[in-house]
């Protein structure tokens, strides 16, 4: 049996707990009062009578009503900042109106200097050939131009006005180049059909060189004495890489439709049909260009001229037959031939 020890004294466990053998009355409790308030007793005897008599209608306690007591508040002290309203100044003072940086304005690396008012660019803009080719279609410079002083070879005052064939005015000096081959005879009319002979006849010659020349002072020999000048006050040109055309008439209608750059007159000099021979001679008397044709080997056919195949624009290879063709096609009044420009062989 458990024992329940308290301050000190030892209890038996079970002697502690009500049972049907702890000899008492068990407290079974009142009887539940079940019955209605009528002022009549509901326990029997237990309980106390309820007042039953009549309502208490005696006079109203009309006496002051009791005062509430105050509540118990916290005592938490609450300012409420009751006075003046804040009326010193609202930090009236200044408004950071001190300088505003009245200073310069970041005039440093801004690039405030000058706008590169240097030179702009100023330097040699490609100075070089400025495309002188097919766009340049005007009229080619025709020939040195004409310097100026008394002491200018090339002056227009001199005799010749222009420096001789192989030659080119620089800087008023005539500075000589290279004279033989400069021209070749490209193409012989020696025997028109369409127009009467000797007026018909003519012939070609070619510049090598891309600079213009002027003609006037060359010599002209034909076979034995004949021989002529080009002579004039106007210069007679021959475009670089260009034709010029020497003819003993300068009227179309007599020299079969043939545009002349020189006419050197039918008394001046004669082209054989059967064989003859073509110089040129600068005015140092240095020979250009020569060319003989014999009485058979060459093209002679009568209305075609003896035309120097195109690929072959040389002063020595010309000297030769094969080097020769007949020149076509028909110009003009009816003859065969390209007066003036590139040789066709027909």
Known sequence: ????????????????????????????????????????ATDAGADARVDGGAADTGATDAGPVDAPMAMDVIDVPVVIDS???????????????????????????????????GPRDTGPLDTGP??????????????????????????????????AIGAACMGGTCVLGPTAGSLVITEIMNDPLAVADPLG???????????????????????????????????????????????????????????????????????????????LLAADGSTIDSVAYPASGWPETMGRSKALRPAILDASM????????PGGPAFGAGDFGTPGAANVCQ
């Open 83 to 117: 006075g003046p309203p804040d009326t010193g100044p609202l930090d009236t003072g200044p408004l950071d109106t001190g300088p505003r940086d009245t200073g310069p304005r970041d005039t440093g690396p801004l690039d405030t200097g000058p706008l590169d008012t």
């Open 130 to 163: 400025r495309d002188t080719g097919p766009v340049d279609t005007g009229p080619r410079d025709t020939g040195p131009p004409a310097c100026v002083g008394s002491q200018c070879p090339c002056a227009p005052t001199t005799p010749a006005g222009w420096c």
């Open 318 to 325: 010309n000297d030769v037959a094969v080097a020769w063709c």
């Open 201 to 279: 006849e003519w012939f070609e010659v070619y510049n090598r060189v891309e600079t213009p020349v002027d003609l006037r002072g060359l010599r002209v020999r034909g076979n034995g004495t004949e021989m002529f000048e080009v002579a004039g006050a106007n210069p007679v040109v021959v475009a670089g890489r260009g034709y010029a055309v020497l003819g003993a008439s300068g009227e179309t209608a007599a020299n079969g439709g043939v545009a002349m750059t020189y006419v050197y007159g039918s008394a001046a000099m004669n082209l054989s049909n059967s064989s003859d021979v073509i110089t």
């Open 1 to 40: 049996m458990a024992a329940l020890t308290l301050g000190g004294c030892a209890y038996e466990w079970d002697s502690l707990r009500p049972g049907p053998d702890a000899g008492g009355t068990p407290d079974v409790g009142t009887p539940r009062d079940t019955a209605a308030d009528t002022g009549m």
